[in-house]
C-alpha cells in the first residue's frame, strides 16, 4: 500500500535558524507529493507540491524537491519565523480519479524568538 | 468568501447517541472529503464524494455515514457514537481535474468528543 513517513516532532528551533523537516513514501505507482501546513485552530492549506521526479515545489519561503531515487521530499526552509509555527503534513496522490491524499502522522514545529 | 464552513465547532456527546456533522462549500467543487485527526495517525480519510448524490469508503468508514445530496454539502452522520469516535474532524473540498491534483480546501474542523 501507500504509506508517507516524516520526521517525529515536536521540533523546536529558535529563530533565523534552518529548518528540515524529512519525508520519505512508499507507493505502488508514481505520485504527486505535497505538504500541507496547519495553523494552530485551522484547517490543513496546501504549501507546496511537486508532481514529478526532480521536481522543486516552494512557496514562503520553504523548498521542496522531489526525489525519486530515495522516494523523499524534505521540506526546508533557509531562516524560519516565529510565524512559521505550525504542523507541517507531508502527503502523496496516486491518481486514480478520485484524488485521495496519503497523509504523514504532522510534525509539530515550534519557533522562538 | 466563506470556502468551506463546517458546524458545529465543537460537540459532546454521550456514548449512544447520534449526530450530523454539517460541511458546506460555496467554491462550485466537485469532490468533498470528511477526514478524521488523531493523535500521532495524521489524518485518516473517513468518506469521500466525487460528485452530487455520490459517496465512497475511505481508509476509516465503519461507524459513519455520509450524505452528498446536494452539491455544496457533504454531510458526516454518526448514528449510534463510541468514545473511540472521540476525535477532530475535517472536511475538505476540491475541483475535479482529470490527471492532475487540485489543491483540497479545508474547513477549520470539529472537535468532538464522546464520553
Known amino acids: 500500500g501507500n504509506s508517507v513517513t516524516q520526521m517525529e516532532g515536536p521540533v523546536t528551533l529558535s529563530e533565523e535558524a534552518f529548518l528540515t523537516i524529512n519525508c520519505t513514501y512508499t507507493?505502488?505507482?508514481?505520485?504527486?507529493l505535497f505538504w500541507y501546513v496547519q495553523y494552530p485552530g485551522e484547517g490543513l492549506q496546501l504549501l507546496l507540491k511537486?508532481?514529478?521526479?526532480?521536481d522543486k515545489g516552494s512557496n514562503k519561503g520553504f523548498e521542496a524537491t522531489y526525489r525519486k531515487e530515495t522516494t523523499s521530499f524534505h521540506l526546508e526552509k533557509g531562516s524560519v519565523q516565529v510565524s512559521d509555527s505550525a504542523v507541517y503534513f507531508c502527503?502523496?496522490?496516486?491518481?486514480?480519479?478520485?484524488?485521495?491524499?496519503?497523509f504523514g502522522t504532522g510534525t509539530r514545529l515550534t519557533i522562538i524568538p | 468568501n466563506a470556502g468551506v464552513t463546517q458546524t458545529p465547532k465543537f460537540r459532546v456527546l454521550k456514548t449512544g447517541q447520534s449526530m450530523t456533522l454539517l460541511c458546506a462549500q460555496d467554491?462550485?467543487?466537485?469532490?468533498m472529503y470528511w477526514y478524521r485527526q488523531d493523535p500521532g495517525m495524521g489524518l485518516r480519510l473517513i468518506h469521500y464524494?466525487?460528485?452530487?448524490?455520490?459517496?465512497a469508503k475511505g481508509e476509516v468508514p465503519d461507524g459513519y455515514n455520509v450524505s452528498r445530496l446536494k452539491k455544496q454539502n457533504f454531510l458526516l452522520g454518526l448514528e449510534s457514537a463510541a468514545p473511540s469516535q472521540t476525535s477532530v474532524y475535517f472536511c475538505?473540498?476540491?475541483?475535479?481535474?482529470?490527471?492532475?491534483?487540485?489543491?483540497?480546501?479545508f474547513g477549520d474542523g470539529t472537535r468532538l468528543s464522546i464520553l
Open positions: 511537486a508532481t514529478k521526479a526532480d
Open positions: 507507493a505502488t505507482g508514481y505520485p504527486s
Open positions: 502527503a502523496l496522490m496516486l491518481w486514480d480519479g478520485n484524488e485521495k491524499l496519503t
Open positions: 467554491m462550485n467543487h466537485e469532490y
Open positions: 464524494s466525487v460528485g452530487e448524490g455520490t459517496t
Open positions: 475538505a473540498s476540491s475541483y475535479q481535474r482529470t490527471g492532475g491534483h487540485q489543491p483540497q480546501h
